[in-house]
Nanobody, 111 residues
Framework: QVQLVESGGGLVQPGGSLRLSCVASRSIFSINGMGWYRQTPGSQRELVALITSVGITNYADSVKGRFTISRDNAKNTAYLQMNSLKPEDTAVYYC?????WGQGTQVTVSS
């Protein structure tokens, strides 16, 4: 069974940057696409960024131009580089591949 573990969240001021990491317990991202999702209290989980098995990316309109999804297959790790962060980006961020979800990592953007 593949396990995913997110890290890199924390508290950052508006305009700052964070890089989230998603480490898989074994090689998977070279075969499967993966996505980053986020969820705030009282809201449904929403797709933030997606990368296919062949490296094609897609982004939610709200983060386009600010966030970048990538992966390092040799390290079994996917990333979400988050720049120009806004308070509305505050959420728990999750990575997902296939039917497997990570536990999530909290991102808080506040002055």
């Amino acid at each position: 069974q593949v396990q995913l573990v997110e890290s890199g969240g924390g508290l950052v001021q508006p305009g700052g940057s964070l890089r989230l990491s998603c480490v898989a317990s074994r090689s998977i991202f070279s075969i499967n696409g993966m996505g980053w999702y986020r969820q705030t209290p009282g809201s449904q989980r929403e797709l933030v960024a997606l990368i296919t098995s062949v490296g094609i990316t897609n982004y939610a309109d709200s983060v386009k131009g600010r966030f970048t999804i990538s992966r390092d297959n040799a390290k079994n790790t996917a990333y979400l580089q988050m720049n120009s962060l806004k308070p509305e980006d505050t959420a728990v961020y999750y990575c997902k591949t296939g039917v497997i979800w990570g536990q999530g990592t909290q991102v808080t953007v506040s002055s």
